[in-house]
């Protein structure tokens, strides 16, 4: 907190997508108490303490990086206000999953999986599923056969993906002010409507996170 204004918010099971979302807007971020039992150190695909304390928190002190973190809670509080307006509820409920979807890719392929390269060219994790997971952040950055393509926000917000293995599709951003800028550009997209029809897919949207949405 002294450095960025970020603490942790201890959690015990999953929280919807709403609330997680503006948990950051107000520089909170739920963690996750549980922990992996020892037969599945080397990857879980749901969050569990090990993943929140060694792959988020420490990031939360980098301003810029706890900046975008807030940047994209005001995303999702955007998405909220805009869909209330819509007065038929079946395209209201439309739009509303097809945003939280795009947001849920975004950032997966930023906050969970993101790579970038720094200022010498060289190719660094700052995803936490993959700073948790000393085998994806292996696959991720030595691979072969991983695809890492330049970040673009329209091919991530349509870009499905699966949480059961690992990624074999990565973006690179350039810095912590593009993924900003990048969360500048989303509420953009929001605004203009440009997210109420992306691509269906992984993720799926539970019922109880579009009504998360709408409380």
């Known amino acids: ?34 922990i992996r039992d020892g037969a599945r150190l080397e990857y879980l695909p749901e969050p569990d303490i090990f993943h929140d304390v060694a792959g988020h928190v420490p990031m939360h002190t980098d301003k810029a990086f706890a900046d975008a973190l807030v940047r994209f809670g005001e995303c999702a509080r955007a998405a909220a206000e805009i869909t209330a307006r819509v007065r038929d509820e079946h395209e209201r409920l439309r739009r509303l999953e097809s945003n939280v979807r795009a947001m849920a890719r975004f950032f997966w392929f930023t906050i969970e999986f993101g790579l970038m390269r720094d200022s010498a060219g060289a190719l660094k994790a700052y995803g936490s599923g993959l700073l948790s997971s000393f085998g994806e952040l292996g696959h991720a950055i030595e691979s072969p056969t991983v695809e890492r393509r330049p970040f673009d926000i329209e091919r991530v917000v349509n870009q499905p993906f699966e949480i059961d293995h690992y990624q074999p599709l990565l973006y690179v951003v350039e810095g912590f002010d593009h993924v900003y800028a990048l969360a500048d550009e989303l509420e953009d997209w ?15 949207v ?7 949405f709408l409380e």
């Open 1 to 34: 907190k002294p450095l960025t204004g970020f603490v942790a918010r201890p959690v015990s099971g999953y929280v919807p997508s709403y609330v997680f979302f503006d948990c950051l807007r107000r520089r909170e971020f739920p963690t996750t108490v549980t």
């Open 190 to 204: 929001i605004v203009q409507g440009r997210l109420d029809d992306v691509a269906g897919g992984e993720p799926a």
């Open 206 to 212: 539970s019922e109880e996170d579009l009504r998360s």
